[in-house]
């Protein structure tokens, strides 16, 4: 899941990759993977990222927070 509103906060400051991964010392590769959603970040790098951007991690990272629904039962097996 693309995390649209992280890509849009770094946009809408006009922002590079390669600044904001300078600025809270991660890679650009690392960076990018956050925004496509193929990696979750820690606590501290949300935290951070919270601070950095102004706006709150379920902002930035929804897909994390979504409700999670257990549809693997195990009774009657």
């Known amino acids: 899941m693309r995390r ?7 946009k809408n ?9 300078r600025e809270l010392n991660i890679s650009t590769v ?8 193929t990696s979750k970040p820690g606590r501290d790098l949300m935290v951070r990222m919270e601070n950095y951007y102004g706006l709150s991690v379920r902002e930035l990272f929804p897909d994390i927070f979504l409700p999670f629904k257990d549809t693997d039962c195990s009774e009657g097996k």
């Open 4 to 10: 649209t509103v992280l890509i849009e906060a770094r």
């Open 30 to 37: 690392y960076l990018r993977k956050l925004e496509n959603g």
């Open 13 to 21: 400051k006009k922002l590079t990759r390669e600044l904001v991964s």
